[in-house]
Antibody
Framework: EVQLVESGGGLVQPGASLKLSCVAS????????MSWVRQTPGKTMEWIGD????????NYAPSLKNRFTISRDNAKSTLYLQMSNVRSEDTATYYC??????WGQGASVTVSS | DVVLTQTPVSLLISLGGQASISCRSS???????????LHWYLQKPGQSPQLLIY???NRFSGIPDRFSGSGSGTDFTLKISRVEPEDLGVYYC?????????FGGGTKLELK
């Protein structure tokens, strides 16, 4: 089955770091650009960034570039999102997506003390 | 960043009726390669977004022909005819012509 499964979400304190993972299956992961998108509790959708199929290039939303890092391990068919110095406004559901056509079920992140 | 303005914010439709959602962009979404990367999604309650229409008017795999997209430049429309219960949820437009990708604010389709 073609699918994306995110993990690593949870409750995290302000200023901490968190790493989300997205495991792909059912397709050749290394053939695709991959992206992260988040949805706030108010349902606003925000694109975080993307990464080239071989991991050689990344592109970020300017507002998040300094705190978020996207990486991938093609041998493990896994996409990552490293979040640092998290803030309350980072509270959201985080989705990985392949080309915008295939989406994971989302990982919920709550930033609170 | 490109701003996508979706209207209306909510829509009350009877089963079997027709719905129309507008998505207007703050700048042209025609890419330098001539393509227009404006897509439409439906997010059903508790689910991830699902792609309905890509590049303005192309239905994604498995999407019924009750869904149609049109428009050009900065002005785009999604039409849903013969609304069925499974069409309920929040519709979003997304542009991928310009970095960063940006989404419309969403339109919630509910039953009258």
């Amino acid at each position: 089955e073609v699918q994306l499964v995110e993990s690593g979400g949870g409750l995290v304190q302000p200023g901490a770091s968190l790493k989300l993972s997205c495991v792909a299956s059912g397709f050749t992961f290394s053939d695709y650009w991959m992206s992260w998108v988040r949805q706030t509790p108010g349902k606003t959708m925000e694109w975080i960034g993307d990464i080239k199929y071989d991991g050689s290039y990344t592109n970020y939303a300017p507002s998040l570039k300094n705190r978020f890092t996207i990486s991938r391990d093609n041998a493990k068919s896994t996409l990552y999102l490293q979040m640092s110095n998290v803030r309350s406004e980072d509270t959201a559901t985080y989705y990985c997506t392949r080309d915008g056509t295939l989406w994971g079920q989302g990982a919920s992140v709550t930033v609170s003390s | 960043d490109v701003v996508l303005t979706q209207t209306p914010v909510s829509l009350l439709i009877s089963l079997g009726g027709q719905a129309s959602i507008s998505c207007r962009s703050s700048q042209s979404l025609v890419h330098s390669n001539g393509n227009t990367y404006l897509h439409w999604y439906l997010q059903k309650p508790g689910q991830s977004p699902q792609l309905l229409i890509y590049q303005v008017s192309n239905r994604f795999s498995g999407i019924p022909d009750r869904f149609s997209g049109s428009g050009s430049g900065t002005d785009f429309t999604l039409k849903i005819s013969r609304v069925e219960p499974e069409d309920l949820g929040v519709y979003y437009c997304l542009q991928r012509t310009h970095n960063p990708w940006t989404f419309g604010g969403g339109t919630k389709l509910e039953l009258k």
